[in-house]
């Protein structure tokens, strides 16, 4: 059973060009999640996705930033203009749908460098 | 505004002895706590969870203490190992059965285990 995948692991922009993170969820699981984490800092959540749905972006930056996830294909985190600021390392994780308190699982994460 | 905090950056041990990590959190809305271990440039790795209708979780040689009047929990390694030495991150969510999925995690900064021959 594979696990949550993403693509590419290592990708470099340079400024004000544009990112497209992509992640595949773990086979069954419908909810998708994105995290990015900075230098010495722990997870910090961006926005949370179902099929064809957002559910929760408030971690979301209001600008240049937006996530989809349809109805087939990956979920997708578009980085539009990328900045200095936005070089980190990015991880989806995916949860299964069911009832009660659903662990997620991470994938290996997309270290975005930005020159 | 630091919700989950992990004050020790930093631990280490001996092979064979126990590993004790410690996380306080500051929401009381919290009632689902999740230990996950990472390796450098992996992703994070689930280990074990705890709801706030328990008190203790245990599964192999890691168990999880949550004192919800402390709102403190710990992660205890027993015993301890060299493959055990990683980051490890506490998370706290917010409940999720509603949705049937699982709320947004909230992070501390991570607690770096190095556990030594």
């Known amino acids: 059973n594979a696990g949550v995948m993403q693509n590419p692991r290592h990708l470099v922009r340079r400024r004000g060009q544009e990112a497209r993170l992509r992640c595949s969820p773990m086979?069954?699981?419908?909810?998708v999640y994105w995290y990015r984490q900075l230098p010495e800092e722990g997870l910090k959540f961006m926005v949370y996705?179902?099929?064809?749905?957002?559910?929760?972006e408030s971690g979301m930056p209001k600008e240049r930033f937006s996530a989809e996830f349809p109805k087939e294909g990956p979920s997708i985190l578009r980085i539009q203009q990328v900045v200095r600021g936005d070089s980190a390392a990015y991880f989806c994780?995916?949860?299964?749908?069911?009832?009660?308190?659903?662990?997620?699982?991470f994938g290996p994460g997309t270290r975005l460098t930005v020159t | 505004d630091q919700q989950v905090k992990q004050n020790s950056p930093s631990l280490s041990v001996q092979e064979g002895r126990i590993s004790i990590l410690n996380c306080d959190y500051t929401?009381?809305?919290?009632?689902?706590f999740l230990w996950y271990k990472k390796y450098p440039a992996e992703g994070p790795t689930f280990l074990i969870s705890i709801s706030s209708i328990k008190d203790k979780n245990e599964d192999g040689r890691f168990t999880v203490f949550l004192n919800k009047s402390a709102k403190h929990l710990s992660l205890h390694i027993v015993p301890s190992q060299p493959g055990d030495s990683a980051v490890y991150f506490c998370?706290?969510?917010?409940?999720?059965?509603?949705?049937?999925?699982?709320?947004?995690?909230?992070f501390g900064k991570g607690t770096k285990l190095t556990v030594n021959p």
């Open positions: 994780a995916s949860s299964p749908w069911r009832q009660g308190l659903n662990e997620q699982y």
């Open positions: 998370a706290a969510s917010e409940g999720g059965g509603g949705q049937g999925g699982s709320e947004k995690l909230v």
């Open positions: 086979k069954g699981h419908s909810h």
């Open positions: 929401n009381s809305m919290f009632d689902y």
């Open positions: 996705l179902q099929k064809e749905n957002i559910i929760d």
